[in-house]
């Protein structure tokens, strides 16, 4: 049984940082491409960003470049999302995803297995 169980949400003031962890088990870690997305309240859940199986290929959406940042450790089996520089705007429930290859896509429905999310409040 595949389980994506993210950790690490919180609220913080604007300008602040957090770290969210993703620890992924039922399933060979790097074989999968993963990414990060969020909800905020009444809009669609967005493609934040994802990396490889490797981890050596990012890719954001604009609206984070400069300010999140991805990594993935394959022994450790866990994805992490390292967020400076929070905004209001930010807040939302964060999502892992796991999407079986090496491919990046911000199509969730391409993502086969997800966590229950985490909620990140940035308070200004």
């Known amino acids: 049984q595949v389980q994506l169980v993210e950790s690490g949400g919180g609220t913080v003031q604007v300008g602040g940082s957090l770290r969210l962890s993703c620890a992924a088990s039922?399933?060979?870690?790097?074989?999968?491409?993963m990414g990060w997305f969020r909800q905020a309240p009444g809009k669609e859940r967005e493609f934040v960003v994802g990396?490889?199986?490797?981890?050596?290929?990012?890719n954001h959406t604009d609206s984070v470049k400069g300010r999140f940042t991805i990594s993935r450790d394959n022994a450790k089996n866990t994805l992490y999302l390292q967020m400076n520089s929070l905004k209001p705007e930010d807040t939302a429930v964060y999502y892992c995803?796991?999407?079986?290859?090496?491919?990046?896509?911000?199509?969730?429905?391409?993502?086969?297995?997800w966590g229950q999310g985490t909620q990140v409040t940035v308070s200004s």
């Open positions: 995803a796991a999407k079986y290859g090496n491919s990046i896509t911000y199509r969730n429905y391409e993502y086969a297995y």
């Open positions: 039922g399933l060979t870690f790097s074989n999968y491409a």
């Open positions: 990396i490889s199986r490797g981890g050596t290929i990012t």
